[in-house]
C-alpha cells in the first residue's frame, strides 16, 4: 500500500485565490511528522510546513497552512493568495518513528503540479 | 541563511564508470541523506548517515553505492559501476535532529546524473 498518496496530478488555480492540495497517509506508528515541500521548474527542493503527529493545531508558515485531519489520515496544503511564484511541484512526505539514533527517511507522494494562471 | 550545496549540478559518464557525488551539508546539522528521483517519478530515499555509520538504506542503495563523510564538511556519495537506470537527479539533505522540535531536512539544489 501507498504510504502517501497525492490524487491530483495537476491542478489550476486563478493568482490570488486560495488552494488546497491533498495529501492522504498510511502509518500504524502513532509517532510521525508530516512534511510538504515545493519544487519549482528549477529542481531544487524547498521545505514549506510541518505538522506533528502529536501537534494540537494546525501548522501554519505564512501563506502556507496544513488542513490536518488526524482521524481521516490526510494533510493537505493549502496556500492562500496565490502567486505566479507559486507555480510548482508539491510534495508530501512523512517521517515515522522516533528512533533515537535513527535518520528517519522521508516516504514521498507522487507529486502534484500546481499551475497558477495570471 | 545556512544551505545545503551539491557539485556538480550535473555529471554525464559512461555505463560502468564510477562517479562520485558532493555534498556539504548545513554546519551544525547532525544527520546526512541521500535522495534520487527518476525523472518526471517521486523522490525515493537511498541512505541516511548519522554518527559516522548508515543508519537507514533503501533496497535501492545495494553494493555499489557507498557513502562517506570524509572530514567535517563533505558528504558524498558514490555509484561504483553506474548503469543506464542510476541516470537521476540526486539530492543531498541534511537535518538537525531534536526529539520535540521541528525535524525538517534541508534539501540541496540536487547533481543531475546521466549514464550513457
Known amino acids: 500500500a501507498q504510504k502517501i498518496t497525492q490524487t491530483q496530478p495537476g491542478m489550476f488555480v486563478q493568482e490570488k485565490e486560495a488552494v488546497t492540495l491533498d495529501c492522504t497517509y498510511d502509518?500504524?506508528?502513532?509517532?510521525?511528522?508530516l512534511f510538504w515541500y515545493k519544487q519549482p521548474s528549477s529542481g531544487e527542493m524547498i521545505f514549506l510546513i510541518y505538522?506533528?503527529?502529536?501537534?494540537?493545531q494546525n501548522a501554519t508558515e505564512g501563506r502556507y497552512s496544513l488542513n490536518f485531519q488526524k482521524a481521516r489520515k490526510s494533510a493537505n496544503l493549502v496556500i492562500s493568495a496565490s502567486q505566479l511564484g507559486d507555480s510548482a511541484m508539491y510534495f508530501c512526505a512523512m517521517r515515522e518513528g522516533r528512533r533515537s539514533n535513527a535518520g528517519n527517511m522521508l516516504t514521498f507522494g507522487g507529486g502534484t503540479r500546481l499551475m497558477v494562471k495570471p | 541563511e545556512p544551505e545545503v550545496t551539491q557539485t556538480p549540478s550535473h555529471q554525464v559518464t559512461q555505463m560502468g564508470q564510477e562517479v562520485i557525488l558532493r555534498c556539504v551539508p548545513i554546519?551544525?546539522?547532525?544527520?546526512f541523506y541521500w535522495y534520487r528521483q527518476i525523472l518526471g517519478q517521486k523522490v525515493e530515499f537511498l541512505v541516511s548517515?548519522?554518527?559516522?555509520?548508515?543508519?537507514?538504506k533503501s533496497e535501492i542503495f545495494d553494493d555499489q553505492f557507498s557513502v562517506e563523510r570524509p572530514d567535517g564538511s563533505n558528504f558524498t556519495l558514490k555509484i561504483r559501476s553506474t548503469k543506464l537506470e542510476d541516470s537521476a537527479m540526486y539530492f543531498c539533505?541534511?537535518?538537525?535532529?531534536?526529539?520535540?522540535?521541528?525535524?525538517?531536512?534541508?534539501f540541496g539544489p540536487g547533481t543531475r546524473l546521466t549514464v550513457l
Open positions: 548517515f548519522y554518527n559516522n555509520e548508515i543508519s537507514e
Open positions: 554546519s551544525n546539522h547532525l544527520y
Open positions: 505538522q506533528g503527529s502529536y501537534d494540537q
Open positions: 502509518t500504524s506508528d502513532p509517532s510521525y511528522g
Open positions: 539533505a541534511s537535518s538537525l535532529y531534536r526529539t520535540s522540535q521541528r525535524r525538517a531536512q534541508y
